[in-house]
């Protein structure tokens, strides 16, 4: 796919990728990263870390959302190795469930139906249309993001057109028509691009799911045994939502949308019609006819009124298998068809079809109501795509079923269109059935006149009502009539449900939450299967994974609260499915197990599988240990996996063999951390606690999962990825472009909450100049560094710049430990790099050869987890032994945190003074004129104290933000208390303003920022930087002094911590300084010369202007003997000293101002050098 990047060249990600692939191989041929358990490993003494990834299905080329998940497993082995922990990093291949079966398919429905290669028809390339035409696609905003179909497949409508979007040719897609060669395909792939990554991935422990792997299939069914020794597998009818047209259960991993929709629960109210039917139900005169309506809230049909239908909406009469008629929509009726309604499961005994308009004004006997008879009436935004299409009506509790009764009933001309009669409306009050606190027992009156609904068309206050009106309700709310009457609505809703079920008034019905389509396009339905499920609702299991869950940390409180909800709702789960690819359940081998049930403790496999398979991801060859895969008896893997198992008698394999497997799998587990992206919250990583739990019950503490880190989604460039708009990259692209570890840096910035991360492709791009631009400096800090200034590290800055490096080792640190890799790259390498500049900056240049080179190491190695190919080569540049991969995180000493904010303090002061200075030789506002001649002396005052009103009001803010729990109180409360103060009285303008100044330094610097005297010299601070002060403002010298020697403004200005600056310029005259050396280069100059300058000043000043002038020592500054007769001989190039004196570094000047004259005083004689100089540069 190209991408639109500006570059200029491809110089630089070239030659990172070329470092990159030698760095690589460098790692495969040391076999880095494949780990053993040590042979005794309870007297090792070395930690072990075990991270683990949710291996990727290989339907397709991994893509910068996969990758953007497991770099957060990547960096964290890179980072525990540094910690000096034995990490173990294996990668999975998941080629379980449905779709791969269901595309081979699709290929070998096109291949017969439209050739080899197809010929598509007109519009091929059209996207694949979910929805039908009467039954629109329900948005689900919770999720946000388009179907997978969509997103992944780039709109295109047939199979074959898909795999042609991945780059393959119609050679190569005719064999996918095979399910073997999307498992012989794609895997392989998927490890060629992770090692592009860079991963630090122990190969060895790759492997391929499904039957085709005989080891895995085998580890597989032993885990379903022990699953139902343990009674956590059961059979049965259970409610699912299924693809009729795939004729099984369609789980999450099956479908194109409705990621992590389930059954909802209706109770389906039979509301029956009143004879004489209409004419065109006349035909079903004697037979009982029932209207529909599914509801969620069964305890308000005491309150009904009338029954709302859509006048154009198509309806259908079906007999069910009691011989009733119902009513509905088509959609509902198909729901019905798989729930045991009808005599033939998936079929519908239609009688015919109506519309709403047929059935308008029929009288009806419905349950529960104070009315004998209510009547259907027309409502125009009743959806075909929720319940059945008819709705029961209670106006009392219900704001849209008030709005729309109240319109009915005040316009006549209404009623008169759909041919409803008076007497069909205007008799039917709401009846009072629920009283709610604050809304009485009308309370959708209430809300309606509560928020001035004026219509049913007054759609946001009519949901505001609903909001208030239901969550109050159910709640808060008390039933006032029938047998339940004084009873809490929350506690009689499932009571009152079951009566009406009891009496047959109504019956259970389910249908999905909001729509599901499957991956081979069916919408599905919710349907009573015969299957195997695990019983996820056993309260004792529930209750064991919840003891699980709060022992494993989750990194953010929001992710456990995902886990706690959904432990809240969770039930069964079909574990079983009759398509697809998989194992079989060992038991009823006519079910595969499906992809969500067999992906669950599969970790446990990884510590084991290099032993059992012979290097190949499919298993086809016996690893190490030569074991057959049809000895792994479920005895045999009890010894493995079960430390008080006996050793299996029956078994030809050696016990030693055996003993290795399982000093493998003790050392190995837990698992460490389970990374994730938060969609699989609801279900994967919630069955990942569950199983641990079942298949280890007993051993919490050594077998449970340690942490689970979940992230948000990728988006690309702010937007979603998608191959239908383009914004899409795959892994195997992203590396192309951006080098590894450019993309690997990008990815890290990315973000690291549960909110959507951005990857940035121009990030991505300043990358590579970051990364390439830091790895040419390490090599010219190299060559050099034999010229770097070397001995004692104690001046100012050399102290400053290692306790900065310290600090910044420590937070970086800290951020790794959380696993929050945006804060690890801000601390740990842009502002890590800015450190170095300022110290560069402070020094003039004059850096210490010593702290350079521990930079250069200390950056590496915070740097490596995120960076890791660079970070190697550089190792090897500054002539390190080893790998950085076997390195130690660096060692840092207590930060000396008042000579951290010396060091802020300097450069905010520098800040300041560089802004003060600017203002004063910037033009005012409307003024044209520059000040004539720029400042070049400065004085600087510092403060030992503030001024009594400050110190009166720092001094109360302190107490009041102690008092107020290290916050503080409102401004208000805050003026109160400072208005008792004498000190402040004269100051009321200023008060505030510095409160706020305050409270923002507080949020800035901590609460030191309140201390009344800075805890450092200030004054000695800019003394030791003076000449730095000197170089970055420009200035030929600069006097510090305390502020009690400044006027009273001044001393009210300057306060602790912030010094105030004066500029001004020293009078001066000029004097032309001319160069007689031919060639040179060097030009005339215009030098002003002021009172008491030195040789040394004047060749400073004269270094500035002219960049020629590398080093002012190099500069001879000569006089002329006549200074009058001198500038107007010919110059003799060959004797530039003839004529002319030259300048002592022991000579002073003066100046004339009045007669603008410059002379010298030399060894004790005072001479007129008149206005011209001369200089020669050697």
């Known amino acids: 796919m190209e991408r639109n990047l500006e570059r200029k060249g491809t110089g630089k990600v070239e030659a990172l990728k070329s470092l990159e692939r030698e760095i690589q191989q460098k790692w495969n041929n040391e076999k880095m990263f494949e780990e053993d358990a040590p042979t005794d490993f309870t007297q090792s003494g070395k930690e072990k870390y075990l991270v683990t990834f949710p291996y990727p299905y290989m339907n397709g080329r991994l893509h910068l959302g996969h990758t953007f998940s497991l770099s957060k497993c990547e960096f964290a082995v890179g980072y525990q190795r540094l910690k000096g922990k034995q990490c173990l990093f294996p990668f999975g291949l998941h080629c379980t469930g449905m779709p791969i079966k269901a595309c081979s398919d699709k290929l070998k429905r096109e291949i017969e139906d439209y050739g080899c290669p197809p010929r598509f028809p007109e519009g091929g390339n059209t996207a694949v249309v979910i929805e039908k035409p009467d039954e629109p696609v329900i948005v689900d905003k919770s999720k946000g993001k388009k179907s997978k179909l969509v997103a992944k497949t780039g709109g295109a ?34 490890i060629q691009d992770l090692k592009a990554m860079g991963v630090k991935v122990d190969w060895r422990r790759s492997f391929i799911t499904t039957d085709v792997n005989p080891y895995y299939d085998s580890f597989v069914r032993w885990q379903f045994y022990r699953l139902r020794d343990r009674n956590k597998v059961k059979f049965g009818k259970r409610y699912t939502i299924y693809s009729p047209k795939d004729g099984q259960p369609c789980m999450d991993h099956d479908r194109a949308s409705g990621e992590g929709v389930g059954p909802q629960e209706y109770t389906l109210i039979k509301m029956k019609a009143v004879e004489p039917y209409p004419e065109k139900l006349k035909s079903l005169s004697g037979k009982p006819v029932f209207l529909v309506a599914a509801t969620l809230r069964p305890e308000t049909m005491y309150g009904q009124t009338n029954c709302w239908v859509r006048p154009d909406m198509k309806y259908i009469v079906y007999q069910i298998k009691t011989g009733e008629v119902f009513i509905s929509t088509t959609r509902a009726a198909k729901n019905m068809a798989y729930q045991g309604f009808m005599k033939e499961e998936g079929k519908v005994d239609v009688l015919m079809t109506i519309v709403g308009q047929d059935i308008m004004g029929m009288g009806l006997a419905a349950p529960l109501t104070s009315y004998k008879v209510i009547y259907t009436l027309p409502m125009l935004n009743i959806k075909e795509n929720k319940g059945t299409g008819i709705v029961t009506s209670v106006p009392s509790d219900a704001p849209d079923d008030y709005a729309a009764l109240r319109d009915l009933k005040k316009k006549q001309p209404f009623r008169e269109k759909y041919g409803v009669k008076d007497e069909m409306v205007l008799p039917f009050d709401p009846i009072p059935i629920i009283e709610v606190p604050e809304l009485g027992n009308l309370s959708a009156v209430t809300a309606c006149d509560l928020f001035k609904v004026q219509s049913q068309n007054d759609k946001d206050k009519l949901q505001e009502a609903k909001e208030r009106v239901y969550l109050k309700g159910f709640y808060e709310g008390i039933l006032t009539v029938g047998e339940y009457k004084g009873q809490k609505v929350q506690d009689v809703k499932k009571v009152v449900q079951k009566k009406m079920v009891d009496s047959k008034e109504a019956v259970i019905y389910m249908e999905p939450e909001k729509q599901v389509v499957s991956r081979s396009a069916d919408e599905c339905v919710v349907a009573l299967c015969d299957q195997w499920f695990l019983d996820y609702g056993d309260e004792e299991w529930k209750n064991q994974t919840r003891g699980a869950l709060a022992k494993t940390e989750t990194y953010a409180e929001e992710v456990r609260k995902n886990f706690q909800a959904t432990l809240d709702w969770i039930h069964e789960h079909a574990c079983s499915r009759s398509y697809g690819l998989g194992s079989k359940m060992p038991w009823d081998e006519q079910y595969l197990i499906e992809s969500l049930s067999d992906s669950t403790i599969y970790m446990a496999y990884y510590t084991v599988c290099h032993l059992l398979q012979g290097g190949v991801v499919d298993g086809s060859v016996a690893g190490p240990l030569n074991i057959k895969p049809e000895d792994l008896t479920p005895e045999v893997w009890d010894y493995i996996y079960f430390k008080d198992s006996p050793f299996p008698a029956s078994t030809p394999i050696p016990q030693s063999s055996l003993d290795k497997l399982r000093n493998e799998f003790q050392y190995w587990y837990p698992v460490d951390v389970r990374v994730s992206g938060k969609d699989l919250v609801p279900n994967h990583l919630t069955y990942f606690l569950y199983n641990h739990c079942a298949i280890w019950p007993e051993d919490p503490e050594y077998k449970w999962p340690r942490s689970i880190r979940s992230n948000g989604h990728l988006l690309l460039n702010s937007e979603k990825m998608s ?44 990358g590579i100049l970051r990364l390439y631009n830091f790895l040419e400096w390490v090599k010219e800090m190299v060559a050099n560094k034999d010229s770097m200034r070397s001995g004692p590290l104690d001046s100012f800055n050399d102290r400053v710049f290692a306790a900065e490096m310290d600090k910044g080792i420590q937070e970086t640190e800290q951020h790794y430990d959380r696993m929050m890799y945006k804060e690890a790259l801000k601390t740990g390498f842009y502002e890590y790099q800015a450190l170095r500049d300022k110290y560069r900056e402070v020094t003039m240049g004059d850096t210490h050869r010593d702290l350079i080179m521990r930079f250069i190491e200390t950056q590496v190695l915070i740097l490596s987890p995120l960076c890791p190919h660079i970070c190697e080569h550089i190792w090897q540049v500054i002539g390190k032994k080893g790998s950085i991969m076997k390195a130690k995180w660096p060692e840092s000493k207590e930060v000396d945190d008042v000579l951290v904010r010396s060091s802020q303090y300097l450069m905010d002061a520098a800040h300041d003074f560089r802004i003060r200075l600017s203002k004063l030789t910037q033009p005012g506002k409307g003024k044209k004129e520059v000040p004539q001649r720029k400042p070049n002396h400065g004085t600087c005052y510092v403060a030992k104290t503030y001024p009594p009103w400050q110190h009166a009001t720092l001094s109360c803010l302190k107490q009041l933000y102690d008092a107020n729990g290290k916050q503080f109180p409102e401004n208000k409360a805050i003026l109160t208390e400072l208005k008792k103060k004498d000190e402040v009285k004269k100051y009321m303008k200023k008060l505030m303003p510095f409160v706020q100044t305050v409270k923002q330094n507080v949020e800035e610097k901590g609460v030191h920022a309140m201390d009344l005297t800075s805890d450092f010299d200030e004054k000695q601070v800019l003394l030791a930087n003076v000449n730095y002060l000197k170089y970055t403002l420009e200035l030929e010298s600069i006097d510090i002094k305390f502020s009690e020697e400044a006027d009273a403004k001044i001393r009210e200005e300057c306060c602790p911590g912030k010094p105030f600056s004066m500029f001004s310029s020293k009078p001066s005259v000029d004097v032309r300084v001319s160069n007689p050396q031919p060639s040179s280069g060097h030009f005339g100059l215009i030098v002003p010369i002021q009172e008491g300058d030195t040789l040394e000043t004047v060749t400073t000043r004269m270094a500035k202007q002219e960049r020629g002038i590398k080093d002012p020592k190099q500069v001879t500054l000569l006089r002329h003997e006549d200074p009058e007769l001198g500038p107007r001989q010919i110059p003799q190039f060959a004797k530039p000293e003839q004529g002319r004196c030259k300048i002592s570094d022991k000579a002073v000047f003066h100046i004339n101002l009045e007669l603008k004259k410059v002379s010298l005083t030399e060894n004790g004689q005072t001479v007129d050098i008149g206005s011209n100089l001369v200089y020669i540069v050697s």
């Open 723 to 766: 191959k239908q708009t383009g914004n899409f990259l795959t892994l195997t692209e992203a590396v192309e472009l951006y080098s590894a570890d450019g993309m690997r840096l990008a990815l890290a910035d990315a973000g690291d909450t549960q909110e959507d991360a951005n990857f940035v492709e121009a990030m991505a791009d300043a």
């Open 157 to 190: 409508k047939f199979q074959w057109q898909i795999m042609r979007s991945l780059g393959l040719s119609d050679d190569e897609i005719v064999k996918f028509a095979e399910t073997d060669h999307w498992l012989e395909y794609f895997p392989p792939r998927a």
